[in-house]
């Protein structure tokens, strides 16, 4: 399996590595720094608890172009770099490659939909603690390293076939969904509350679970949601944001979200994406939705990040 994958970071990086040390053939795409450290030194996967895997020599380039044709494109860029991406990859996508996102959110495949037609895209949601450590180092917190894909019609098909089996070698849990739309959602519910509330409140979750009114607006954003998801016709449960309040009050106290992370640095915020995606799906089927526009307004003055030095 021929594989490019549009987006090195933290995601793109860790899985594209595991698939290049299961023997896959991967090229990735790169920029900066880490372009160069890829280059010289190859890619490092650090995890204090499985043990570190080093490629000494990868495929990398700045330019998908050069890459030729390939089976699989994994897009793991911020979203904001969504558009940009598919336009880069489309010298390599050809009539049977699938294009596959596992980027945060649900809007991501319509854009890549509209670019490459509905029966290129599958759908794809990652589970997995990473960052770029340095240049050419990702590193991995925890253990978990899950990936859930699938095509939107629920077969499973011989590219999904395939790629499950490649996954699995390379020591991810993988799964195949037969209902991709439901589980990006059942991600997209948690991910946009924890989201919304670590980065307008500037803490992790521990403290937003214990104050009773940050709670509860913790809550309103996850029923808006789920609210939004079930008029658009996903097969979410009535109950399923009390069911992730109570899977908040599971996790770590310190965990906190990437957006709430992209805020203290100066980054680029998903926010546009997140809970501005619940309130522009929310007014296509009439569906109210306060909170998360509360948090989308809060944000838009920090959403394109600031340049520093």
């Excluded at 490092?44 to 172009?65: F, R, S, W």
Aim: with cysteine.
């Amino acid at each position: 399996m021929k594989i490019a994958v549009m987006g090195s970071g933290g995601v793109g990086g860790f899985y594209g590595g595991r698939l290049a040390h299961a023997g896959c053939d991967v090229t990735f795409v790169a920029r900066g720094a880490h372009l160069e450290a890829m280059r010289e030194n190859g890619l490092l996967i650090e995890n204090e608890a499985q043990g570190d895997i080093h490629l000494p020599k990868v495929n990398v380039t700045d330019d998908p172009a050069t890459i030729g044709p390939v089976d699989l494109v994994i897009i793991a860029v911020k979203l904001w770099d969504t558009e940009a991406a598919a336009r880069a990859i489309r010298p390599i996508v050809g009539p049977r490659t699938a294009v596959l996102s596992i980027q945060n959110g649900v809007i991501k495949d319509e854009i890549l939909r509209r670019e490459f037609g509905e029966a290129a895209v599958m759908g794809g949601v990652a589970y997995v603690g990473t960052r770029i450590a340095r240049p050419g180092v990702i590193r991995q917190t925890g253990t978990l390293q899950r990936l859930v894909f699938g095509e939107y019609d629920g077969r499973r098909s011989t590219r999904a076939e395939a790629l499950l089996e490649a996954l699995l070698r390379a020591g991810i849990q993988a799964e195949l969904s037969t209902d991709i739309r439901r589980t990006l959602w059942e991600k997209y519910v948690f991910l946009v509350g924890l989201s919304g509330t670590t980065a307008t409140m500037r803490v992790p979750i521990g403290p937003i679970r214990s104050n009773p009114q940050t709670r509860a607006f913790l809550l309103d954003m996850l029923e808006e949601t789920v609210a939004v998801g079930r008029a658009h016709g996903v097969a979410l449960p009535e109950n399923y944001a009390e069911d992730r309040l109570a899977f908040a009050d599971g996790v770590a106290a310190d965990m906190t979200s990437s957006m709430h992370h992209d805020l203290e640095r100066g980054n680029p915020l998903e926010v546009e994406w997140l809970s501005g995606g619940v309130v522009r799906l929310g007014r296509q089927v009439g569906v109210p939705t306060p909170v998360n526009r509360a948090v989308w307004d809060i944000l838009a003055l920090h959403a394109a990040g600031r340049r520093t030095g």
